[in-house]
């Protein structure tokens, strides 16, 4: 019963992740909430017992691909839309 609980709840902050991504503006809060929507799937990939996939997806989805995202928009802006 626990398990489908955690289960559960980490579906429901992958969906809220991903509307929050969607809807952001602000590009670094949506490039740390992509970082945290790859952290909750290389979570769900550990609770369904993949544990090799939530590793990769852990190293690449949440920490490099964030890490480059950041570091992209330090050079481009931080605002979707800024006219400056």
Not at 49 to 72: E, H, K, R
């Amino acid at each position: 019963m626990i398990e489908l609980f955690f289960h559960l709840l980490v579906l429901a902050g992958i969906v809220f992740a991903a509307i929050f991504v969607y809807m952001e503006r602000d590009l670094l809060s949506a490039a740390i909430a992509t970082g945290l929507f790859s952290f909750l799937i290389s979570l769900e990939f550990y609770i369904l017992q993949a544990p090799d996939v939530a590793i990769s997806q852990a190293a690449i989805g949440a920490g490099l691909t964030t890490a480059i995202f950041i570091i992209a928009i330090r050079k481009v802006g931080r605002w979707e839309g800024d006219e400056r």
